[in-house]
């Protein structure tokens, strides 16, 4: 019997190839269809077959993102921060005054500063932000707030409050209350106000780190009197100077914020505030993207000194100082510029006490370095009156070690005498200092210039000295560390510096009642 399996007698049979495909076949095939799955993969967003041929590389690229995947929305985190935000509403009576131009001006900040040029500028109408109101009459504020503990204790800017008649704020869910100013501190910008009415308000929780740049932030406060508003953006860089003072260190944030967002609070994704929003930069006066918040660290230690005496006391050791520039750093043989220079040790201030000197670089605080002049001012400005502090300085070149006991800076700035340009007149022309292109003259021959140094009679605007801001007036007391009262000593110790090989020598000026320090450019030969 013929096996019916077997097929090979039939006529018509062939015997049949050892496989349909070869195998360098069905490698192409492969490749192929594993190309069509990748695209298939790309437009679907449905699982299919074609997943099978997704490269491992390709699949460790998807996990790698879904790792930083972020929420696609803050709302979570905006409905429960919110109700901490409050509405600050000022009533002033006769705050305008009437300046040199005939506008009012209601600034709190001094006259010519950065920040009243921010608040004039930025503020609102006549300098406040959502001010009404004209001279002579009650005027009206609005800025920003929000609550820190559930008794009612809130955060708001200085110039928000300050020299404020009466003081409401506004609730989330739109109730009115009035509000104490437990105590303010120009010198941060911050205010703490106390509102009655309830012992369950909700609050915002201080940060306890500092934000990254590029962290988000939201910033919610009430800008053109609008009420609750949220903007959204990133932190754009920390430490920023913007020219208020020796404590500026803010943080720049990139998400909008207006007229009448001052004294709110920027958050982080956690919830926490990160900062409070003080001031912007813009040419309109609108947002572009460039404002300024308090840090929560900077907010916690004010606040906690306004809640507990209604001021806040600062550190002080008594110096005038200035920035180490590396034209500096070269004249004092120090290899970075590093550090806060001494211009001048205030007269009986624990400083001079202690024996520190002009022309001394203070290089560290209890063991921690400083990296310039603001730090070492915000490190001693941080610490309490009566704390015992250690200083690294150079001194003459040498390293040495300070001990001193911090006093209490003065709640009033010294006045500055008054700088007068014609103090030259009557004297004679003075003697030229070759290469530098200014003329000086004994100070105790030129009227009001006092007995020590040497005055500048004359100042070429195309010489290294214009371009040190050298100008006529100015009184130099020291160059090269030495004391100068010729043009003789000052030709001389210019001469040394060049025999010792330096760029540049190092002279102390007077100048407006205020010392400082100024590297100028030798030349050789």
């Known amino acids: 019997m013929t096996d019916r399996s077997d097929l090979s007698h039939l006529p018509s049979y062939r015997q049949p190839r050892r496989s349909v495909f070869s195998a360098r076949k069905i490698a192409l095939m492969a490749s192929v269809i594993a190309g069509l799955g990748a695209g298939v993969y790309g437009l679907s967003p449905s699982t299919s077959p074609a997943d099978l041929f997704s490269s491992p590389a390709h699949a460790q690229v998807n996990q790698e993102v879904r790792k930083v995947e972020r929420p696609i929305g803050f709302a979570d985190i905006v409905e429960r921060v919110k109700p901490s935000v409050i509405s600050v509403k ?66 708001t800017n200085n110039h928000v409050v300050d020299g404020a008649d009466k003081v409401e704020v506004t609730t989330d869910d739109g109730k009115t209350y009035t509000a104490k100013v437990i105590g303010t501190d120009q010198r941060t910008d911050l205010a703490l106000i106390k509102v009655e009415g309830s012992s369950n308000f909700p609050f915002a929780k201080l940060a306890d780190g500092k934000p990254r740049i590029g962290d988000w932030v939201l910033a ?85 000194q306004l809640k507990d005496k209604g001021s806040v006391s600062r550190g002080w050791i008594g110096v005038q100082i200035q920035p180490v520039t590396s034209d500096i750093a070269d004249s004092l043989g120090m290899k970075k510029a590093e550090g806060a220079l001494v211009a001048e040790p205030q007269a009986n201030g624990p400083a001079a006490k202690a024996g520190i000197e002009s022309g001394d670089v203070i290089t560290a605080v209890n063991g921690e370095p400083v990296k310039d002049a603001r730090e070492l001012a915000r490190t001693i400005g941080g610490m309490a ?80 000295a214009a371009e040190r801001g050298f100008k006529e007036g100015d009184v130099i007391l020291e160059v090269g560390g030495k004391s100068v ?16 090989n330096k760029n540049s020598v190092l002279m102390r000026v007077k100048s407006g009642g205020q010392s400082r320090f100024v590297a100028v450019s030798i030349a050789k030969g």
Request: aromatic share 6%; no cysteine; net charge negative.
């Open 90 to 155: 000022v009533n002033i009576k006769e705050k305008t005054a009437s300046n040199d131009d005939g506008d009012d001006s209601s600034s709190p900040f001094q006259p010519g500063s950065p920040m009243e040029r921010f608040f004039r500028r930025f503020g609102g109408p006549d300098g406040f932000p959502g001010l009404k109101g004209g001279r002579g009459r009650v005027v009206q504020g609005q800025g920003s707030g929000f609550f820190i503990s559930p008794d009612g204790y809130a955060v």
């Open 485 to 500: 009262s010729t043009a003789a000593e000052v030709r001389d110790a210019i001469n040394t510096a060049r025999t010792d």
């Open 385 to 464: 009156p009566g704390a015992s502090v250690k200083l690294n300085v150079l001194h003459k070149g040498q390293d040495k070690v300070v001990n001193l006991t911090l006093g209490q800076l003065p709640n009033t700035v010294e006045a500055k005498a008054d700088t007068d340009n014609d103090s030259g007149k009557g004297a004679s022309r003075g003697t030229d200092v070759p290469k530098l292109g200014m003329t000086v003259a004994p100070a105790n021959s030129v009227a009001g210039a006092g007995k020590e140094g040497v005055v500048v009679t004359e100042v070429d605007p195309k010489s290294a």
């Open 220 to 304: 919610v406060g009430n800008p053109f009197g609008l009420g609750g508003t949220v903007t959204a953006g990133i932190v754009s860089a920390s430490g920023r100077d913007i020219g208020n003072g020796p404590y500026d260190d803010f943080i720049q944030i990139d998400a909008p914020v207006n007229k009448g967002n001052s004294g709110g609070p920027a958050f982080n994704t956690e919830g926490e505030v990160m900062g409070v929003n003080t001031a912007i930069y813009s040419p309109s006066g609108g947002s572009v993207g460039i404002a300024f918040s308090i840090p929560a660290n900077t907010v916690k230690s004010v606040v906690a």
